[in-house]
C-alpha cells in the first residue's frame, strides 16, 4: 500500500516537473531570474547565486512532500 502511494507521488511530481519545463518560457517569472538572485560580475569573471529561485524550488519540493505524507 505505501509503496503504491510512493509510485504515484514521484509519478505526480514527474507530471509536475515535465510540464513545469514544457510551459516554463509562458510563465510570468523567469526561474534563475528572480528578484532575489544575485549576478555579480568582475573584471576577470562573474558569480551567480539563485538565491530567490533555491527558494521556491525548495518551498514547493517540500509542500509537494507534505501532501504525498498525508
Not at 18 to 37: C, S, Y
Request: glycine share 10%; charged share 15%; aromatic share 10%.
Amino acid at each position: 500500500m505505501l509503496a503504491s502511494r510512493l509510485l504515484i507521488g514521484l509519478g505526480a511530481l514527474l507530471i509536475a516537473a515535465g510540464l513545469l519545463v514544457r510551459f516554463a518560457a509562458r510563465l510570468p517569472f523567469r526561474l534563475g531570474r528572480l528578484p532575489g538572485d544575485f549576478l555579480i560580475h568582475g573584471k576577470h569573471g562573474s558569480f551567480y547565486f539563485p538565491l530567490a529561485t533555491c527558494l521556491l524550488v525548495s518551498l514547493v519540493v517540500s509542500l509537494v512532500l507534505w501532501a504525498v505524507r498525508r
